[in-house]
Nanobody, 114 residues
Framework: QVQLVESGGGLVQPGGSLRLSCAAS?????????MSWFRQAPGKERELVAA????????NYADSVKGRFTISRGNVQNTVFLQMNSLKPEDTAVYYC??????WGKGTLVTVSS
């Protein structure tokens, strides 16, 4: 059974940083799935933030986070990370981890506010 558990969210001031983690289990992490982070702000649709291929060789980002966020995967730890720097109030959202095309975590809330 595929399980994804996000952590690392919280309250941070504008300009600050957070590192989100997504612990994966129930599948062969290193080969099976591309991994991605999505977010959903209040009243808005869920949007792709960043994605990384199963081998980690390729990444892509939403234009709104390019140069500020970095996605990576620790294959030994079966974990995917999202390093978020220079955070802005508009980054406030629930952040979700996704494996492949159909498995979702329950999300972690990120609030950027002074």
């Amino acid at each position: 059974q595929v399980q994804l558990v996000e952590s690392g969210g919280g309250l941070v001031q504008p300009g600050g940083s957070l590192r989100l983690s997504c612990a994966a289990s129930g599948f062969t992490f290193t080969t099976h799935y591309a991994m991605s982070w999505f977010r959903q702000a209040p009243g808005k649709e869920r949007e792709l933030v960043a994605a990384i291929t199963s081998g980690g060789g390729s990444t892509n980002y939403a234009d709104s986070v390019k140069g500020r966020f970095t996605i990576s995967r620790g294959n030994v730890q079966n974990t995917v990370f999202l390093q978020m720097n220079s955070l802005k109030p508009e980054d406030t959202a629930v952040y979700y981890c996704k494996a492949g095309t159909r498995y979702w975590g329950k999300g972690t809330l990120v609030t950027v506010s002074s």
